[in-house]
C-alpha cells in the first residue's frame, strides 16, 4: 500500500545542491545577512556571499565546506534507488522525456541533477542558500532589484561558458507559456532580468512580491541559451538537455531506468558549497510500476537505497536474510520538517462538493483509528492541520495577532474559524462510529440532502450523490475501501477508479476528478508557493496545484500576509490564521503523518553522520553526501 499519496512538492524538491521553484523552495528568502540600512532605493548594499529568510546565515563568509559533509570522501561505486510515485509532469511509474520544465510529457526522474543555480542551499539550516555560479549578490534598498555577481569560471557540460545571458533566458523560458504551469505561478512578480555584463544579472521584482522570491529566482536551474536556439524547449526530448552541475545524463533505458554519470571536470567542485558532495560515480533510478515488484527487487539487490512507505511493509516484511545477517541495514530518521499536508483533496469545482457541510460530512467518513491499527501498524499518527508537525499548526483559540488578520472576515468566513480549530474526531476504532457517522448524517441534512427511494443521498439540486476516488494504482485501495464503505452507511455511493498513471497525470492537471490522494511538502517558511495550492487565481489554472480548487478572499490575504511577514513570528502568526481559515473550509478528508522517515540500504555506504533532521529527504541527503566504503561493498561481492 502507498501511504504517502502523490506527492506534489516532489515536482519541485531539493536537488543535490539546489532549490527549485515551489512547494519545496517556500524557505527561500528575500534579505541579506543584517547591516546598515540603505538609504535609498537607488543604493545598494554590500556583496553578500549568501541569503537567509530573514537575514541570518549559519556559515560565514569564508566558510571551506558544510559542517554535514566529509570533505575527503572517496569518489565512486554507484547508488540505486526506486522510483514509484508521480507528480507535477513527472510520472514515476515510467518517463517518456529527460525535459521535465515542460507541461509536456512524463518527465524522467533526477533530471534536477544536471543544472546548476545561481545559489545552492544547505541541509542544516531552515532557509539559506550560498553563492554557486553567483559568486555574491547585492540588493537595493527597497528590495526590488537584486544583482548576481557571476563566476567566470562557470562552464556547460560542453565547455562553452555559462553567462549572464544564460540566466536571463532561463527565466524567461521559465516564464512563458512553454513552461510547466507551477513555474508561471510562482515567478508571476519576477519582472524580469537583465544582462548588466556578461557575468553581471540584475532581477527585477515586483513591489508587494514575496519574502522568498528573490531567492526563488537565485535558485532556478540555468540552461544554456545557446543550445535552445536550434530546439524546441516546449518538446519531450530523450536527448539530454546541457547541463552545468556535477551529473550527466549516461545512459537511459526508457520508461525502465535512467543512470547519470559524475563530471569529473566539474567547474565547481572545489567550491564550499560542492566539497564533500557528489562522491557517487553513477546514481541509477529504477522505475517500477508495482510496488511489490519495487521491494523484492531491492531484497534482491536491484537497488541499493529505498525509503519506506507503507506501514505494513516495514512493520512485517523487513526480515529477509539480508536484514537477519546485517547485509541491509534499516533505521528510522527524525523529520524535523513540517510534514506535509496529505490527504484525499475534494474538488470543490463538482457540483456535489460545493457545500461545505457536505466536506465536512465527507471527511468524517474516514475511521483513522481502525485504518492506521488494522492498515498500518499503528506507525502513523492523523494529520489534522495543514502545517503538520510545525510550529505554524493552528491551536486553540486565534491569539490576539491572529484575530487581527482574521477580523475583516468575521461574517465572510465560517464562526468556527474564530475558536478552536477544526479537529478530525477520534473514533471508536470499529471503523463506522455511529457517533460520528450520526453527526455526519446532520451535516448532509443541514446542507438540504434528503434519501432517495433507493436509499441513495440526494442533494437539494436533485443530483445523485456518486463520488469517485482517482488513482493510478492500488496502494491505499483498501484505506479507501474504510471510507467508502462508509460513505455508503450515509447514502453516498463511491468507487475507486484506478487509471493509466499518464491518464491521471492529465487528468489531475484538467482538475478532472471528484477526489484524489495528494502530499504537498510544506517548507519551514513557507510563501509564494501557498498561492499556487490554495490562491484563488490557481483554483482556475490547469496545472496549478490547487486540486481543491480553493477560491477565498480569506485564504488569500492571509497568504499575502504570510508573503509579507518581515519575522518569522509574524510569517508563524498569518500561517496559523491560514490553518485556520482552510481547516473550517474541509477542502480535504485529513490522512496521517509520521514526524519520521523508514530507510533501509545495504551495507556498502560510508557516510559523515546522521541524516540532518532539517534535510527535504533521506535519500536526496544520501545522495549527495555519502559514498561507498570499498571494503564494506567487496565483503558484498559488488
Not at 63 to 72: A, G, I, M, T
Not at 347 to 375: H, K
Request: include cysteine; aromatic fraction near 10%.
Amino acid at each position: 500500500m502507498r501511504e504517502d499519496p502523490v506527492d506534489l512538492g516532489r515536482r519541485l524538491t531539493l536537488s543535490r545542491r539546489h532549490v527549485l521553484a515551489g512547494a519545496a523552495v517556500c524557505g527561500v528568502s528575500t534579505m541579506l545577512p543584517r547591516g546598515r540600512a540603505l538609504a535609498q532605493s537607488g543604493e545598494f548594499g554590500p556583496e553578500s556571499h549568501g541569503l537567509s529568510i530573514f537575514g541570518d546565515l549559519k556559515y560565514p563568509s569564508d566558510f571551506k565546506r558544510f559542517d554535514y559533509v566529509n570533505p575527503d570522501a572517496p569518489v565512486g561505486g554507484e547508488f540505486s534507488l526506486q522510483i514509484t510515485s508521480t507528480s507535477g509532469n513527472q510520472n514515476f511509474t515510467t518517463f517518456d522525456t529527460l525535459n521535465i520544465y515542460s507541461q509536456r510529457g512524463n518527465g524522467a526522474a533526477g533530471m534536477s541533477l544536471i543544472y546548476d543555480s545561481l545559489m545552492g542551499g544547505s541541509l542544516d539550516e531552515p532557509d539559506s542558500l550560498y553563492g554557486l555560479v553567483a559568486k555574491s549578490v547585492r540588493r537595493s534598498a527597497d528590495g526590488l532589484l537584486y544583482r548576481f555577481k557571476l563566476r567566470p569560471e562557470a562552464r556547460f557540460h560542453d565547455g562553452s561558458l555559462l553567462t549572464a545571458e544564460d540566466v536571463v533566458f532561463s527565466l524567461e523560458t521559465l516564464k512563458s507559456p512553454k513552461a510547466h504551469a507551477i513555474y508561471r505561478i510562482a515567478l508571476d512578480k519576477v519582472l524580469g532580468a537583465t544582462m548588466l555584463a556578461p557575468d553581471e544579472v540584475e532581477f527585477r521584482f515586483a513591489p508587494g512580491r514575496s519574502r522568498e522570491l528573490p531567492l526563488v529566482a537565485a535558485a532556478l536551474p540555468i540552461f544554456s541559451k545557446a543550445y535552445y536556439a536550434t530546439r524546441d524547449f516546449d518538446a519531450g526530448t530523450l536527448e539530454s538537455p546541457l547541463g552545468s552541475s556535477g551529473y550527466r545524463v549516461d545512459k537511459l533505458d526508457v520508461g525502465r531506468s535512467i543512470t547519470f554519470r559524475r563530471v569529473a571536470d566539474y567547474w565547481a567542485k572545489n567550491l564550499p558549497v560542492a566539497i564533500g558532495q557528489g562522491n557517487f560515480e553513477t546514481i541509477r533510478y529504477e522505475y517500477f510500476r508495482d510496488r511489490e515488484a519495487a521491494f523484492q527487487g531491492f531484497t534482491a539487490g536491484a537497488f541499493t537505497f529505498r525509503e519506506e512507505h507503507t506501514s505494513v511493509t516495514w512493520a512485517t516484511r523487513y526480515d529477509f536474510p539480508a536484514i537477519r545477517d546485517g547485509r541491509v541495514k534499516r533505521e528510522t530518521v527524525i523529520d524535523g520538517r513540517p510534514s506535509g499536508t496529505q490527504g484525499w483533496f475534494l474538488n470543490t469545482r463538482r457540483p456535489q462538493f460545493r457545500d461545505r457541510r457536505v466536506r465536512e460530512a465527507m471527511a468524517l467518513a474516514l475511521d483513522f483509528e481502525w485504518v492506521n491499527r488494522n492498515l498500518m501498524y499503528g506507525l502513523r499518527k492523523r494529520t489534522a492541520s495543514y502545517f503538520e508537525n510545525s510550529p505554524m499548526k493552528a491551536e486553540g483559540k486565534p491569539s490576539p495577532a491572529e484575530l487581527a488578520l482574521l477580523e475583516p472576515f468575521r461574517g465572510k468566513i465560517p464562526d468556527s474559524v474564530f475558536d478552536e480549530p477544526w479537529l478530525p474526531p477520534v473514533s471508536d476504532g470499529s471503523g463506522q462510529d455511529r457517533n460520528i457517522l450520526r453527526r455526519a448524517s446532520q451535516l448532509l441534512t443541514a446542507a438540504g440532502a434528503k434519501r432517495g427511494a433507493d436509499n441513495v443521498l440526494v442533494l437539494p439540486d436533485g443530483t445523485r450523490m456518486q463520488i469517485e476516488f482517482l488513482e493510478f494504482d492500488n496502494a491505499i485501495s483498501r484505506h479507501t475501501e474504510s471510507i467508502i464503505k462508509n460513505l455508503r452507511l450515509l447514502g453516498i455511493e463511491g468507487n475507486i477508479r484506478v487509471i493509466d498513471p499518464s491518464q491521471f497525470q492529465r487528468r489531475q492537471q484538467e482538475f478532472d476528478f471528484d477526489l484524489l490522494s495528494a502530499r504537498f511538502v510544506m517548507s519551514m517558511a513557507p510563501g509564494e508557493s501557498l498561492r499556487a495550492l490554495f490562491g484563488s487565481e490557481a483554483a482556475k489554472t490547469n496545472g496549478s496545484r490547487n486540486l481543491a480548487g480553493v477560491a477565498d478572499s480569506a485564504a488569500d490575504a492571509m497568504i499575502s500576509a504570510i508573503i509579507a511577514a518581515k519575522t518569522r513570528e509574524e510569517l508563524t502568526i498569518a500561517a496559523r490564521a491560514l490553518d485556520r481559515v482552510l481547516r473550517a473550509g474541509h477542502y480535504w478528508i485529513p490522512a496521517w503523518f509520521s514526524g519520521e522517515h523508514f530507510i533501509a540500504y545495504w551495507d556498502m555506504f560510508g557516510r559523515p553522520g546522521p541524516i540532518p533532521p532539517l534535510a527535504q529527504s533521506p535519500g536526496s541527503t544520501a545522495i549527495a553526501t555519502w559514498w561507498v566504503d570499498t571494503e564494506k561493498a567487496r565483503r558484498l561481492g559488488r
